[in-house]
């Protein structure tokens, strides 16, 4: 099993529960400052590591132990990981994500402002330290109830073997945006030849696409499957909110702690090809339910922008055949 800890940084209360959890630090004492600068990532990460799922250890009985800092987004990017091993066949069996963030004290959360927000480590990491150790007794109770949930997992049948994820031999595409409701449902659409490439769309075909439009805050994170393509690579729309910097780490790292080689992820943005229209359409629609106003604005920055849409499926397309290089590095471009 892989278990999960996560908080905002993957830097304090989950590398301290971890760290509990792996028998790396007392809990019938006071954690002292040596206690905790001497385990791994304690408040060492930078904004550059949220997202990214980071091993801390493996434990007396054999489980995997994780940090991930996800910052104020705990349900979106549990919704990620699960979303995304669901994807490649792994059994949702082998990930227990356990949320560290309420054990964090006000003591806590101003040191490690200062320590990694500031970056005055000199500074904040004494505060953050102090307010670590009287977070302890609370992060036991928590590294408990994770280690009774590993322990009261489903047993799995005699002879049954388990996950092999990445089996499959073609890579699994994914458009993502802010709400997987507009720009990826229409890019996933010219990818699979649902919308014409040679014309720009009538408003009529693009509103008929299943999901355009329809999808709501509480499926944010989840991949959406589009269908497969003439190639036999799987087409997802995902919807990352605010957090497409670190939660596309995320994704990576699921695959990353599987075993899954990068290769089976082509992950592209579909957002930034689309204009202000389109947002502030999506706001009115699917963030206020004001649809009548806000899904015709969507349209008209679709549609004006469906050239720059039909040439990122063309070449995502492209790519995930292996006849052409990622784009910009895999997360798309702007205009």
Not at 90 to 112: C, F, H
Not at 126 to 149: D, N, S, W
Not at 170 to 189: D, L, M, N, Q
Request: glycine share 12%.
């Amino acid at each position: 099993m892989k278990i999960i800890y996560h908080c905002y940084g993957g830097a304090h209360s989950s590398v301290t529960a971890a760290a509990i959890h792996l028998g790396l630090i007392p809990t019938d004492r006071l954690a002292t400052a040596a206690d905790l600068e001497g385990l791994p990532f304690y408040d060492r990460m930078v904004r550059a590591d949220h997202g990214r799922i980071r091993l801390m250890g493996v434990d007396p009985d054999g489980h995997q132990v994780y940090v991930l800092g996800r910052r104020f987004m705990p349900v979106i990017a549990e919704r990620v990981v699960r979303g995304v091993a669901e994807v490649y066949g792994i059994d949702p069996d082998e990930i227990l994500l356990v949320n560290a963030l309420s054990s964090v004290n006000l003591t806590m959360k101003l040191g490690g402002f200062v320590s990694r927000g500031m970056l005055l480590p000199s500074f904040g990491r004494p505060v953050v330290e102090r307010g670590t150790a009287g977070a302890v007794r609370r992060l036991v109770e928590i590294v408990e109830a994770a280690r009774h949930r590993a322990a009261m997992r489903p047993p799995r049948p005699a002879g049954m073997k388990r996950s092999r994820p990445g089996g499959a031999d073609r890579p699994k595409v994914f458009y993502h945006c802010f709400g997987s409701a507009h720009s990826s449902i229409v890019a996933a659409a010219l990818h699979l030849g649902m919308l014409p490439e040679d014309r720009v769309a009538e408003a009529g075909e693009i509103v008929a696409l299943t999901f355009y439009d329809r999808i709501d805050r509480n499926e944010l994170g989840t991949p959406v499957f589009m269908g497969r393509d003439a190639g036999g690579c799987e087409v997802y729309a995902i919807g990352l909110a605010g957090g497409k910097d670190f939660l596309t780490r995320t994704m990576r790292s699921v695959l990353e702690i599987f075993g899954i080689p990068a290769e089976a992820m082509v992950l592209h943005d579909s957002l930034v090809h689309v204009g202000a229209w389109t947002k502030a359409g999506g706001v009115l629609s699917r963030r206020m339910g004001l649809i009548r106003l806000g899904r015709p604005l969507t349209l008209l920055g679709v549609r004006r922008n469906y050239a720059h849409l039909a040439a990122l499926a063309r070449r995502t397309r492209a790519e995930a055949w292996g006849f052409g290089p990622p784009l910009d590095g895999g997360d798309g471009g702007g205009q």
